[in-house]
């Protein structure tokens, strides 16, 4: 039922009831039934139509009352039918409201819905753009750094190719050079020999040059010539003395090594283990030996062979590398390339470690490494503590490997630049 049909109704049923109201009063009169008051005698004589009266007006008010009772009904009955039409009224109202409310909120729900969805396929498709715009740079810096770094590679590989190339030709100056020094000390050392052998038939020492050894583990020795030099080097402000070598002496062909000092330790006769700095025993010579070990050696040497064996002295040492020169090397004036082990001689050693012994060119002697690779300790001292030290050593400049170098060190000190070799006298 619409508002308006329920207005209608409404509206009907209030004119009824007061149409029924109406009725009612016009019926009814107030002052019907009460009669004036008349004398008791006239009343006796009027008792019966009196009676009728009343019954009548009786009937007529129970009648009357009855009408209101149905009137009040039906205007009961009127308002709660109106009261149960503005109950539906409001139910459908509340119902409308509540289904509209509903509908509302459904497509509330569906527009929230709808934009979470597109903000879902709105973030979905940022994402999406962000990732491929990462890839897409990830792929162009990979493809980059790969460009950069062929280009790298090509570079250095040019650069390496560039070095081969310089390094092969250098060595082949190298070696063209070594060639000549080589072909050079060959001529020197022949010229020298053969003086020395001249010097040796002259003087008629007939053992000199001759190589010996008194033990499988003993050092190789030299017999040197007899003969006169002058010690000292008076150009560089020194003062030269003559000095004569006119006895038997044998000097070791090379620098004691870690295999003979070895054999020592082994038979108690040298109480330290010398450490080889990491560069290998064997043919390396020994390192990291005081002169008190030194003097250790050659009494456990000497006690062994039955033999005189001991430091050289100052004179000896000088005698032995210059080995009848009167230069600064026994080959002459100038360092030369690869004649010895030093900062700057040009070996392939210089100034990295000592190489083993005998890979350079003997002396006229026959001696190997007077000059470089260790220095050597000799017999002489300077003072209660302090002990000579000849030759130079592989980290030393070519100026101090010359047959005139000295210098002094306490008799108990030891690196990996000093070594020793023996003498042997009879």
């Not at 060639?179 to 001529?187: D, F, G, K, Q, T």
């Not at 008194?214 to 003395?241: K, S």
Request: aromatic fraction near 8%; include cysteine.
């Amino acid at each position: 039922m619409t508002r308006r049909a329920l207005f209608v109704a409404l509206c009907w049923l209030a004119m009824a009831l007061k149409g029924a109201l109406a009725e009612t009063t016009s019926v009814i009169d107030p002052t019907e039934g009460l009669e004036p008051q008349s004398p008791p005698a006239a009343a006796a004589n009027k008792a019966a139509p009196t009676d009728a009266a009343v019954q009548r007006a009786r009937s007529r008010a129970e009648e009357e009352k009855r009408r209101r009772a149905r009137a009040e009904a039906r205007a009961q009955a009127a308002e709660s039918e109106a009261a149960k039409l503005r109950a539906q009224d409001q139910a459908r109202r509340v119902e409308e409201a509540a289904r509209k409310a509903a509908q509302s909120k459904a497509a509330a729900a569906r527009a929230a819905a709808a934009n979470a969805a597109s903000a879902r396929q709105a973030k979905y498709a940022a994402e999406r753009a962000a990732l491929l715009r990462e890839t897409a740079e990830r792929e162009t810096a990979a493809r980059e750094a790969a460009a950069r770094e062929l280009a790298v590679r090509e570079a250095a590989a040019k650069e390496a190719a560039a070095k081969e190339a310089a390094a092969k030709e250098a060595a082949a100056r190298e070696a063209a050079a070594r060639e000549a020094a080589a072909r050079e000390a060959s001529a020197r050392l022949a010229m020298a020999q053969a003086a020395t052998r001249k010097e040796v038939r002259a003087n008629g020492s007939a053992r000199a040059g001759t190589v010996f050894q008194d033990c499988r583990d003993c050092p190789e020795m030299v017999w040197l010539p007899q003969g006169e030099f002058y010690m000292g080097d008076a150009a560089a402000g020194g003062r030269a003395r003559q000095v004569s070598v006119s006895y038997s002496l044998a000097v070791g062909r090379f620098e004691v090594t870690f295999a003979e000092w070895d054999a020592c330790v082994a038979a108690n006769g040298c109480r330290r283990r010398a450490q080889d700095s990491g560069w290998g025993r064997g043919w390396q010579p020994v390192i990291n030996v005081s002169w008190s070990d030194a003097q250790q050696y050659v009494t456990w040497l000497t006690r062994r062979t039955g033999r005189h064996y001991r430091l050289l002295n100052e004179a000896e040492w000088e005698y032995a590398a210059r080995a009848g020169s009167e230069a600064s090397y026994w080959w002459g004036n100038q360092t030369g390339r690869g004649d010895a082990n030093c900062a700057d001689c040009g070996s392939k050693w210089d100034g990295r470690q000592a190489a083993p012994v005998g890979r350079f060119a003997p002396n006229p002697f026959g001696l190997y490494d007077m000059h470089g690779n260790v220095s050597e300790w000799v017999e002489d001292a300077v003072s209660t503590d302090n002990r000579i030290v000849r030759g130079g050593a592989w980290r030393d400049s070519a100026k101090a490997v010359r047959s005139t170098w000295r210098t002094s060190v306490a008799y108990d000190y030891f690196d990996n630049r000093i070594g020793f070799r023996v003498a042997r006298t009879d």
